[in-house]
């Protein structure tokens, strides 16, 4: 039989932002939308149901259980992916390996269902890095890589916040030390003029703080 379940996985356009924190009591939000996605096919095209929202077919023929079981499985799995590829990248920059945050995931998820670009209000309480993409194929390992390359970018002689390396510095910031990150299916007409994702992805502690980023942005090794 054939099960759908919405896409947790999959890019023509793209942009991303994330959060400086100025001190532990408060943040300023920052919004850019001029960050390029150069992209790449991470998975087969995904089908668009007629109501927009995006689907693909599980075969479970064969499978134990049901289907409650092959969608906790498919999330399972994304918790995994989300965890081994954050790690991936921080472990060149000596940065500690981080763990999901079952805490962070259902705010995560809500905010990144709204389909809004924009910067919820943690109060410092998280770190926050967005970024979203149209095409069938775009997909939270884009929107990772995006982020991740800002490194060449960062000034290591002049260490902190800047509009185009604060992605990158949040996600190998070495206090933080979990993460939650949701993906969105969302219509034409929210974040682009035709259907988009949209990837929100939350850290505690939060980093891009002031004053902390020589012991917290480390070099490539």
Known sequence: MRFQLPA??????AFSTALPHDNVDGLTLFSDQSLPESGQVVSTPLQFGNDGEEIFAIDVDGLD????????AIFEEWKATVV???????????????TWSDALYPG???????CKFEHSNGQGKYGENLAAGTGNSYGYVDGLKSWMDEAS??????PGFSSGTGHFTQVVWKSSNQVA?????????????????NIVCRYTPAGNFAGRYP???????
């Open 65 to 72: 259980g049901d289907g409650d079981n092959v969608g906790a």
């Open 153 to 158: 970018k960062y000034d290591y002689n002049h």
């Open 181 to 197: 990150c949701a993906i969105a299916n969302c219509r034409a007409g929210t974040i682009f003029g035709q259907a988009s994702k």
């Open 215 to 221: 012991e917290n942005v480390g070099r490539r090794q």
């Open 8 to 13: 947790l996985l999959s890019t023509i356009f």
């Open 108 to 114: 995560t998820n809500q905010w990144a269902s709204q």
């Open 84 to 98: 081994r590829t954050h790690n991936e990248y921080r472990k060149h920059y000596g940065a500690p390996p981080v």
